[in-house]
DNA sequence: TTGACATATTCTGATATAGGAATATATCGT
DNA sequence: ACGATATATTCCTATATCAGAATATGTCAA
């Protein structure tokens, strides 16, 4: 019987090498935003957006808040730091 | 009929998200290595290490030279520099 | 040439995850 | 209370990819 693998505990790394998640991280550059702005901007359907948003937050890399019916998303840099950090070992 | 999805261009991001596969990039810091050096420090099984560091050469992180019936890979830190670009705009 | 060594590839089965569609939940305005 | 709006979740299916095992390929040494 084939080996389970390691419990999924998605990484700062594993969540920014999907586009998407860049984009929006990019996005949020620009300061808070509204779910709705970034599904507009991204082109994206809105569940895809929530869903990127999701694992986002998970490795922390993005914090919500709500106002009225709206979540407002900002960018966490601070949880982009371990991959800052490594690679910063290989620049030339 | 569900949609297909983008085809799979493997792109330094998705390379370094398998953490293996940073350990590896790590080794190669200290200089050439064969493969052998690598399949020992990472207590990995020999195919499962061929086949990260066929990743890594799909993007351009290593480079390989064949020695006699060793095959000794590099580093190659300049494929990583899309990385270090996209996280630089995250700094504090 | 034969066998040992070094590495790569292929096959298989399990798992993670993306997107689409549908639906659920919460909040606002009237 | 009702409909509209904003967002999240769930279900489904396709695909990517990991690990393990087995095998293939190539090179050296005796």
């Given at each position: 019987m084939p080996m389970a693998r390691a419990a999924t505990t998605a990484d700062?790394?594993?969540?920014?090498a999907e586009p998407r998640r860049r984009q929006i991280l990019d996005l949020l550059t620009g300061g808070e935003r509204p779910?709705?702005?970034?599904?507009?901007?991204?082109?994206?359907a809105q569940p895809q957006v929530s869903k990127h948003l999701r694992v986002l937050r998970a490795v922390g890399a993005v914090e919500m808040?709500?106002?009225?019916?709206?979540?407002?998303?900002?960018?966490?840099?601070?949880?982009?730091?371990?991959?800052?950090?490594?690679?910063?070992?290989?620049?030339?």
């Open positions: 700062a790394f594993n969540a920014i779910v709705n702005d970034l599904v507009l901007e991204l082109g994206l808040r709500e106002a009225g019916r709206q979540r407002l998303y900002r960018l966490n840099g601070e949880a982009l730091k371990p991959i800052h950090d490594w690679v910063k070992n290989y620049e030339r």
